[in-house]
């Protein structure tokens, strides 16, 4: 399979992926500089599919300008990984996102292959050629305050606003590294200690997660709790249990703050307050603080 047939077949395989990524041979490693027309419909189809799945209009973010070509060779890079100098080449050469497309294309490569492959340079690469996917995972070092910008355009946005809630407040495989959470913490920590709307927005987020996904989180926090009593049977148990009881710190802030700006979420079921509220103390008392 020469490269461009295996980029396509990545790109197909992120719209609904299953099972591994494909890999792909590296003959014809010139067509990455001019890639066929089928290839780039393909990217444009994924871009989309992206959008929609995040909930964003169309055009996303108000903006329309058309995909880099440059951004499919994230996928090629993926299919070459098991040549890991030139896969590391390949994505040296590639340029920095130009529009909302493209960053949703480049997320729709990343996203799905990050579930497959071990965190390393490799993903730390492409987690930095992608905002969208380090947003929803965690930045690589230096790269906190760029994403945090990034943010902050989201919520001024009517559907980034939307899609970064939603996001936000869906709930992570109790097999995800605590990092992700950590990540959400932080950004809603600082999100809340700003008067620009950012409150507003941090409460949205934790109303959804009491709106759309109690059970989950319901059964999330009991193991939680259960880990956090008894130590937990690894490191990495009693970590994700932490990070679990710190991603509500925010609310527990707002609430011990300002009690009325809880009470008026309708949406935010007060004894769903306490229960997260009392993990996190637990979470406090066992570290001192949090």
Same mark, same amino acid.
């Given at each position: 399979?020469?490269?461009?047939?295996?980029?396509?077949?990545?790109?197909?395989?992120?719209?609904?992926?299953?099972?591994?990524?494909?890999?792909? #041979? /590296?003959?014809?490693?010139? !067509?990455?500089? @001019?890639? $066929?027309? +089928?290839?780039?419909?393909?990217?444009?189809?994924?871009? &989309?599919?992206?959008?929609?799945?995040?909930?964003?209009?169309?055009?996303?973010?108000?903006?329309?300008?058309?995909?880099?070509?440059?951004?499919?060779?994230?996928?090629?890079?993926?299919?070459?990984?098991?040549?890991?100098?030139?896969?590391?080449?390949?994505?040296?050469?590639?340029?920095?996102?130009?529009?909302?497309?493209?960053?949703?294309?480049?997320?729709?490569?990343?996203?799905?292959?990050?579930?497959?492959?071990?965190?390393?340079?490799?993903?730390?690469?492409?987690r930095r050629l992608s905002p969208w996917s380090?947003?929803?995972?965690?930045?690589?070092?230096?790269?906190?305050?760029?994403?945090?910008?990034?943010?902050?355009?989201?919520?001024?946005?009517?559907?980034?606003?939307?899609?970064?809630?939603?996001?936000? #407040? /869906?709930?992570?495989?109790? !097999?995800?590294? @605590?990092? $992700?959470? +950590?990540?959400?913490?932080?950004?809603?920590?600082?999100? &809340?200690?700003?008067?620009?709307?950012?409150?507003?927005?941090?409460?949205?987020?934790?109303?959804?997660?009491?709106?759309?996904?109690?059970?989950?989180?319901?059964?999330?926090?009991?193991?939680?709790?259960?880990?956090?009593?008894?130590?937990?049977?690894?490191?990495?148990?009693?970590?994700?249990?932490?990070?679990?009881?710190?991603?509500?710190?925010?609310?527990?802030?707002?609430?011990?703050?300002?009690?009325?700006?809880?009470?008026?979420?309708?949406?935010?079921?007060?004894?769903?307050?306490?229960?997260?509220?009392?993990?996190?103390?637990?979470?406090?008392?066992?570290?001192?603080?949090?």
């Amino acid at each position: 399979m020469t490269l461009e047939l295996g980029t396509l077949a990545y790109l197909k395989w992120a719209k609904d992926p299953s099972g591994v990524p494909p890999h792909t #041979a /590296a003959e014809g490693l010139r !067509t990455l500089l @001019a890639p $066929s027309e +089928a290839l780039m419909a393909e990217a444009r189809r994924l871009a &989309r599919v992206q959008a929609a799945k995040l909930l964003l209009d169309d055009p996303p973010l108000g903006e329309a300008k058309d995909i880099l070509a440059a951004s499919t060779w994230l996928a090629s890079a993926i299919g070459l990984r098991t040549k890991p100098r030139l896969a590391a080449m390949v994505l040296a050469h590639c340029p920095t996102p130009r529009g909302s497309f493209d960053l949703l294309l480049r997320h729709a490569i990343v996203a799905p292959a990050l579930t497959h492959l071990a965190a390393d340079e490799f993903t730390g690469l492409l987690r930095r050629l992608s905002p969208w996917s380090s947003l929803l995972t965690w930045p690589e070092a230096g790269e906190e305050e760029t994403l945090f910008l990034f943010v902050r355009f989201l919520i001024t946005r009517a559907d980034g606003h939307r899609a970064l809630r939603a996001a936000f #407040a /869906a709930p992570l495989p109790l !097999t995800q590294s @605590a990092q $992700s959470l +950590a990540w959400r913490t932080q950004v809603l920590d600082r999100l &809340r200690q700003d008067a620009r709307g950012g409150r507003d927005f941090v409460l949205e987020v934790y109303e959804c997660t009491s709106l759309h996904h109690r059970t989950s989180f319901a059964r999330q926090l009991d193991v939680a709790r259960t880990v956090l009593s008894s130590g937990g049977e690894s490191k990495g148990q009693f970590e994700w249990a932490l990070a679990f009881a710190r991603f509500w710190g925010p609310l527990v802030a707002i609430r011990r703050a300002d009690l009325d700006a809880v009470r008026s979420r309708t949406a935010l079921d007060v004894h769903w307050v306490i229960e997260v509220g009392r993990l996190f103390s637990l979470a406090e008392r066992l570290t001192g603080s949090v």
